[in-house]
């Protein structure tokens, strides 16, 4: 008769016991909430706008619809986000030293973000690269001026409008009013690049096109 080794079964044992440990290991637990706030709002300043999309578990939904691929489908997806009050208005925080950022949901080609202005506070002029994008305001006012090789446009940015932008268009966006801002704005794909221009700037003269969307 065979007999097995005593030390060959603790080895069984021993691995059993580490395989149960390490499906059973317990996982840290989600950081605290900010008083008033939201625990999963990634405040951001303008110097620091990227994020581990891991590290926000409501990024991660998996009820969500196939994700948009037209500029059509963007601009529903834009709509949608502002008029779920709930989801954002939570998360809604004024920075006095700067725009403040909280992204709002990440996924095949795009990302949202949540923005807030207070009286005075300005992007710049600037670009977005690569990206295009789809913007919206949801509380207050805001004012954007744009640049072309046909000279400079401005406009107001109001609740229940639409912009879009494609890449390389030229614009500042700032809060002119008595009273904060905010706006909901997304990038596809997503945002890697913002290049600021001063004020006194003449873009190139190659396609940068907008558009109102309703």
């Given at each position: 008769m065979i007999r097995i080794r005593k030390r060959n079964r603790d080895r069984s044992k021993l691995a059993l016991h580490g395989l149960r440990a390490a499906t059973t290991r317990p996982v840290a637990p989600a950081p605290a909430a900010r008083p008033g706030g939201?625990?999963?709002?990634d405040g951001l300043s303008d110097v620091s706008i990227a994020g581990d999309p891991l590290a926000f578990p409501h990024l991660a939904r998996t009820d969500l619809p196939a994700h948009p691929t037209t500029v059509a489908e963007y601009a529903r997806l834009v709509r949608e986000i502002a008029a779920d009050r709930d989801r954002w208005e939570p998360l809604v925080h004024y920075d006095a030293l700067t725009r403040w950022y909280a992204r709002l949901e990440t996924g095949p080609g795009c990302e949202v973000w949540l923005l807030s202005w207070l009286p005075g506070q300005s992007s710049g002029f600037h670009d977005h690269g690569t990206s295009s994008g789809v913007m919206t305001v949801v509380r207050g006012e805001l004012v954007e001026r744009s640049l072309t090789h046909t000279?400079?446009?401005?406009?107001?940015?109001?609740?229940?409008?639409?912009?879009?932008f494609s890449p390389g268009y030229l614009h500042e966006v700032v809060n002119a009013s008595l009273e904060p801002a905010v706006s909901i704005h997304l990038y596809t794909p997503g945002l890697t690049e913002m290049n600021q221009y001063g004020a006194a700037v003449v873009p190139e003269q190659h396609p940068q096109t907008s558009a109102e969307a309703h």
């Open positions: 939201h625990p999963w709002a000279g400079e446009g401005s406009r107001d940015l109001r609740p229940g409008g639409q912009r879009v």
